[in-house]
């Protein structure tokens, strides 16, 4: 579905984290949609970032190649630097895309903090990183949700996707390094899932169309030069960035996703059960191999009745 503004303008989103993994698949996606887009993360350029605990190993992934995938796929790119940790740099980032383009029609707010408390043990991450994490995985985003809803609402109209994670809400299959996640990710993750529920009951009658985007596990670039990837893989079925990036094509283009507007939305399961992605994944119609059990009532506060599984994953899930 092919995105026109009046006049004939193509909309504006912006998709933080998307140097590489779902936040890079979801700028392609919306520029083959129709969207001029614009892209944040710390790594401008491919081959620049590094592994935190091993400096030696390369992540692919930069915000060069991204833009150069959006302008392939039709759009107009804009790479713009962004650390999480910085609230100059959010402001900045948010300032730079609205002098480009005038707008912002659609916010996915896809970036997560990396970096000391993330991986922890409860008896080794400290109050300073909990809060770091904190600050990075909900306030940041909340930031750019503040910079972003007035001219939506002004408009009357915008979406916003939130990338969330089962950690929030599901207990890990195993303690953190076995293939599960950190009590600080979890903590984060959980307090930014309020966000979208909350948000919708507030400005949903305004226009406003925003979702809690849960992708499952999902095999990043980063987690594969972690070499994390097989101690999740033994309790959970992994998906590829494509799949969730075409996901939230879905909900940010067609009418039919208004049904899901406040609600949290399991990413793998609306791309096989609408059949949006030929080759992706099998609909689940029963709980994952090693994962949560599966749901027969609602989750309190969250969307109506899950009949199939509720997907976790590691921290690296949504990048």
Same mark, same amino acid.
């Not at 912006?14 to 944040?40: C, M, N």
């Not at 935190?52 to 190993?57: A, I, M, N, Q, Y």
């Not at 987690?223 to 097989?230: T, W, Y």
């Not at 939230?248 to 507007?261: E, G, K, Q």
């Given at each position: ?19 590489? @993994?779902? #936040? ?12 001029? /887009? ?15 605990? =091993? ?9 060069d ?8 796929? @039709? $759009?107009? $790119? ?11 740099? %959010?402001?900045?980032a948010?300032?730079?895309?609205? =002098?480009?383009? $005038? ?6 707010n ?32 909340v ?13 009357g109209?915008?979406?916003? /996707? ?19 996640w950190? %009590? ?22 305004? #226009? ?5 985007? =849960? ?33 939230? +094509? ?22 096989a059960?609408?059949? &949006? ?10 709980? &994952? ?7 027969? #009532?609602?989750?309190? #506060?969250?969307?109506?009745?899950? +009949? ?9 899930? =949504?990048?």
């Amino acid at each position: 579905m092919q995105q026109e503004r009046d006049g004939g303008e193509r909309p504006v989103a912006f998709v933080t984290g998307a140097s590489r @993994g779902i #936040g890079r698949a979801t700028a392609i996606e919306l520029a083959e949609a129709g969207y001029d /887009v614009a892209v944040s993360a710390r790594t401008m350029t491919d081959g620049a970032a590094h592994l935190e605990d =091993d400096p030696s190993v390369v992540v692919p992934g930069g915000l060069d190649t991204t833009v150069a995938s959006i302008e392939r796929a @039709g $759009g107009a $790119g804009l790479a713009v630097p962004m650390d999480l940790l910085d609230r100059s740099a %959010l402001t900045a980032a948010v300032s730079a895309v609205l =002098d480009r383009f $005038g707008r912002v029609d659609v916010l996915v707010n896809n970036a997560i903090y990396q970096g000391p408390g993330v991986l922890s043990l409860f008896a080794d991450v400290t109050e300073d990183q909990l809060r770091t994490v904190l600050e990075g995985n909900v306030f940041a985003q909340v930031t750019l949700i503040r910079m972003v809803l007035p001219g939506m609402l002004e408009r009357g109209g915008g979406t916003i /996707v939130n990338m969330v994670s089962g950690a929030g809400y599901t207990d890990p299959p195993a303690k953190l390094g076995e293939g599960g996640w950190s %009590l600080a990710y979890a903590m984060s993750k959980a307090a930014f899932a309020r966000v979208a529920p909350l948000l919708h009951v507030e400005h949903g009658d305004d #226009g406003l169309r925003i979702f809690s985007v =849960d992708p499952g596990f999902v095999l990043t670039e980063r987690m594969e030069a972690a070499g994390r990837g097989a101690q999740y893989a033994q309790h959970f079925v992994p998906a590829t960035p494509a799949v969730i990036g075409r996901g939230i +094509r879905w909900l940010v283009t067609s009418p039919d996703a208004d049904a899901l507007r406040g609600q949290l939305v399991l990413a793998q399961r609306e791309v096989a059960k609408r059949g &949006l992605l030929p080759g992706g994944p099998p609909e689940q119609r029963g709980p &994952l191999p090693g994962g949560p059990p599966e749901q027969r #009532g609602p989750l309190p #506060g969250g969307p109506p009745e899950q +009949r199939g599984p509720l997907p976790g994953g590691p921290p690296e899930q =949504d990048m």
